[in-house]
């Protein structure tokens, strides 16, 4: 069974900067695409950034880019979400989530997900 445990969130001062990492295990980590995900209460899960299997390709969403950087290291079985010049509207859950298929910004593309870490940035 495949598990995803997402770690590193945190409270932190707008400007700041976290790293959040998602551990896996019980598959095959190489194989799976990698995305992350964001969630607020009373609102709809959003897409944040995804990469390739390989690490060769990355996908963001236009409101994180050249703030954020998702990677992974294949050795470690781990994903990373590197995040800079954190805002307030970047307060969220934020989830990892694995795909046996094709990294996508689409949630429903995903057959695995962590349970999710608190990051909360304050003005």
């Known amino acids: 069974q495949v598990q995803l445990v997402e770690s590193g969130g945190g409270s932190v001062q707008a400007g700041d900067s976290l790293r959040l990492s998602c551990a896996v295990s019980g598959g095959t980590f190489s194989s799976l695409a990698m995305g992350w995900f964001r969630q607020t209460p009373g609102k709809e899960r959003e897409f944040v950034a995804a990469?390739?299997?390989?690490?060769?390709?990355?996908y963001y969403v236009d409101s994180v880019k050249g703030r954020f950087t998702i990677s992974r290291d294949n050795a470690k079985n781990t994903g990373y979400l590197e995040m800079s010049s954190l805002k307030p509207e970047d307060t969220a859950v934020y989830y990892c989530a694995g795909s046996i298929h094709f990294y996508s910004h689409d949630g429903k593309s995903y057959d695995y997900w962590g349970q999710g870490t608190q990051v909360t940035v304050s003005s």
């Open positions: 990469i390739s299997w390989s690490g060769e390709s990355t």
